[in-house]
């Protein structure tokens, strides 16, 4: 009786990182240096930008070091649409983003910037 307890105790402690990561689901970090008002993805190459996932935030923007829940984006390799609130735009490229795991955009991936 005491080892089957102790099986079961060890597969609920494996399980769960696991559920509460997939909880968390993906979250975007802003380590820009500046305030979002838009945060885009796209298919690597492709310019057909998703939704402003700013609008899943209370105020509409994502502060420098602030982080943002991203909804409605399958895991996978994206192109990183940023506005910032001055209004320059720029694109990270081919960014990682894994379910249940925070991905971040720094000044320095930062490319293509336009005002």
Known sequence: MGSRFAVVALLCSL???????E???IRFWNLTGVTLDQVRLALPGSGKWGKNQCANDRDGTVDFDE???ITDVQPGRYDVQVREEGGRTCVA???E?????VFAVHERDLTDCTK
Do not use: I
């Open 93 to 95: 490229r081919n960014v």
């Open 67 to 69: 982080r943002l829940r």
């Open 23 to 25: 909880r968390g689901g």
């Open 15 to 21: 399980a769960a990182p696991a559920f509460g990561a």
């Open 97 to 101: 983003v894994k379910s249940g795991e």
